[in-house]
């Protein structure tokens, strides 16, 4: 952060303890709406946040709530009086609308629909309609639209008078009589162009666009790969409903990484809203202990595993060194997979049918990986091992070192394999592939190191 | 992906088989580049990716080059004529060339300079001097630049003929006779205002800026929270050098998010350009053996401490149903804090002045955590296992229950504040906390938690 703004945020805070409304004002009006957010999202007392939402002007009001974390939504609109209800609720863009009325409780949410021009209400129902994560819940509608046969002169009157209204004139849409997008421009093609040019010659095909219904997650990574401003967004029918912004690609890029690395560790529900400072306790305790007890509670099972092969383990207890390098090795080359495999899900690089293909490679890479690893702490056994360790009499370290090496190669091999398959069977039955695949790899192959390496030691042994 | 493109993919592909020069034109020209890349990527035959690279306009390759993966950028340059390596150059906006050089091998990215223009040559030359993760390595210098004392109609004479040049007009900079950044403004303040009202009366103040020297992923963050089309890039005296589009800060907030997930799995190295498929087994091989291996490795020390306790285990065999139990849940709670922590770090969320607040919160919810998995664990000891298992004579159940609860708690306790602290640790001697804090948790914990687990059973239960 620059030095400037941690220095206004700083007195920022001075003027709202000193309940000193014009220097609030004086100060907001030169700091970014995210920074002011900023300031509010971290003041303890109820007190001093409603005397800054009610001194904030209202244009900055509809910047700033949208950026407020969802209890403090609430509780903002609540300190207003319902005609400064009405007129932020005019003044916020529809699609940051849709999002602050996703944010208060159903009754709220009515109450304030209510206060919308008819038309607004409409549309607002419209979009509340679509899910929080698709397109159409992330989309604006407030955008340039523009007939073909229009001239520069008639295209630029229409976006003058809209141009308070519309979030992005960076690209401009042409739809047909049926409101199909046929053609984009972007602003400057108007401003550089003779008056008279009809649109149609200024226009360029609409090469993407995405249904309302997807997922944003996939809206966002359209963006990213095309280099995208914005993607119009259509219904079913093919009409351009509105689009979403490369500002609301980033946002969402950033949170679906967040989740996606958050549930590969085992933590469970939504990303709090909140820094993870300003996250409570019992949140951060209610995301992690489900996980954390239920991975702990199935490894139970590896312990049972363990207390089954007792006479294996105690008739050479040496066996021991090498029991949680078989065990983690496995858990360790399984994330590895799964992480890769995931990620190139996430990326959308990874169909259906590449099912074969994956599990082909990760084979492959397993039993390399295992056999080198295998290999050498195989020969570690036979060559080091003498020196410092004594086995039963009658047992060599050879056919010792052949067991552990084993075990290893085959820990590794099949818990590669598992690792990159989980993910992708989970995502054939609908599950979440982060979510099911981490969790549930650590465990399975906790258990099956143990098996493995009891079962060669016992056979290879003869324990 | 649209059902169309693909279709149109599968054409070209077809085109490309039969060396059909026009068909592969007239596809190419209805594709995004990123799709024609995505094709040429995806070819296996050299001679197949030549003849698409001869054949593809000028204007295409510019755009498709710098989308290919580091290894057939050589290739492609080599398949070209001087002259048209020329053209190319020239056609590609400036931050695309410097990726492009930095693609190829030293004595190709020499030569391929000097077939520049004098000035284009050494803006190339000051670009290349920044790191390759730098704002300054990832900005554009294509930017419209205005005077405030500038009318709007000799603003718009001025843009219009840098416009095909330019790679963004969405936000057009105003500087001062030091070059330093003073305000900005957005084509339509030009396009709907009368032509001769001063630049100085439509711009706004520049709120940010950032180092050229700085991080990109500080760069791509600071676009993110403020919503910025474009990012403006100063050098160290305040003179403005380029800026940095929203395009770029949706890659890199990719490329980083997936950066700090492999790492946190125990992928090493760079992300390889290709996908996942198309990255060669021996890549994964190299990136993944690595942490594997010493991992593994390190693991042995779990072992050690598991020999050293043999009498322990022995005398009382019924422990081992827990000891994979206490070890995992303390790789898992270090895993989710390091991830909590890794990633607030990432978005920017946490300073150095915070790893006591870090510290005491992780301690908190370690404790919590720890006790009711300790408590619930203990009770099932004591009311339920009696009734399956047995234990050496004299040894009551209650006992070896407030053990394993004991060190249950412990372990997680610990292990929490380890992985909380472990990433802030490394960060401040300067390390990658994804890099050292991922893997080192899981193998201290594992040790920590062998240790707490005989200690505690050792002492409780007089063994």
Not at 14 to 26: H, Y
Not at 443 to 451: A, H, K, R
Request: charged share 20%.
């Amino acid at each position: 952060m620059e030095e400037g703004t941690v220095t206004q945020k700083a007195a920022l805070l001075e003027a709202i303890k000193a309940e000193d409304g014009s220097a609030f004002l004086k100060i907001t009006n030169e700091l970014h709406y995210a920074d002011v957010a900023d300031v509010i999202d971290h003041l303890d007392s109820e007190k001093m946040r409603i005397f800054s939402i009610q001194t904030l002007d209202n244009e900055m009001l509809s910047d700033v709530i949208p950026e407020l974390p969802e209890r403090l939504v609430e509780e903002s609109f609540a300190a207003l009086t319902t005609s400064q209800q009405r007129a932020l609720l005019e003044e916020t863009p529809d699609d940051d609308r849709v999002d602050i009325l996703q944010d208060v409780s159903p009754e709220t949410r009515e109450k304030l629909l209510l206060l919308l021009p008819r038309r607004d209400q409409d549309l607002t129902r419209n979009l509340l309609r679509y899910g929080e994560e698709t397109a159409g819940g992330r989309m604006t509608t407030q955008i340039g639209i523009l007939t073909a046969d229009q001239t520069v002169r008639q295209a630029i009157d229409t976006l003058k008078t809209i141009q308070e209204d519309t979030e992005t004139l960076a690209r401009i849409f042409v739809v047909d009589a049926d409101e199909r997008p046929i053609g984009k421009l972007r602003l400057r093609d108007l401003t550089f162009n003779p008056i008279d040019t009809p649109v149609r010659d200024l226009m360029v095909p609409v090469e993407h666009t995405i249904l309302a219904t997807a997922d944003q997650e996939d809206a966002a990574n359209m963006l990213r790969k095309y280099d995208l401003v914005v993607l119009p967004v259509t219904d079913e029918f093919g009409h351009l409903r509105g689009v979403i912004t490369y500002d609301d690609a980033m946002e969402i890029l950033s949170e679906e990484s967040t989740e996606d690395i958050e549930k590969m560790s085992g933590i469970s529900g939504e990303q709090s809203e909140d820094s993870y400072l300003k996250t409570a306790l019992s949140t951060h305790f209610k995301r992690r202990f489900g996980w954390l007890s239920v991975l702990g509670i199935l490894a139970i099972a590896s312990g049972y595993v363990m207390m089954r092969y007792e006479e294996v383990l105690t008739s050479a207890f040496l066996l021991s060194l090498f029991l949680p390098m078989v065990v983690a090795s496995g858990g360790n080359t399984g994330g590895q997979a799964a992480t890769m495999v995931i990620r190139a899900m996430s990326l959308g690089e990874l169909g259906p049918g590449n099912v074969l293909k994956v599990g082909l490679k990760e084979l492959k890479l397993g039993i390399l990986m295992g056999g080198f690893l295998g290999l050498l702490i195989g020969i570690v056994c036979v060559a080091l091992l003498p020196l410092f360790a004594s086995l039963p009499s009658g047992m060599s370290f050879t056919l010792f070192g052949v067991a552990v090496g084993l075990a290893i190669a085959l820990q590794i091999a099949t818990s590669t394999l598992t690792g990159a398959l989980l993910p992708l069977g989970a995502r054939a039955i609908n599950l979440d592939p982060a979510v099911v695949a981490s969790p549930a790899i650590t465990t399975l192959v906790d258990i099956s190191g143990m098996i493995i390496y009891f079962t060669v030691a016992k056979v290879l042994l003869g324990l």
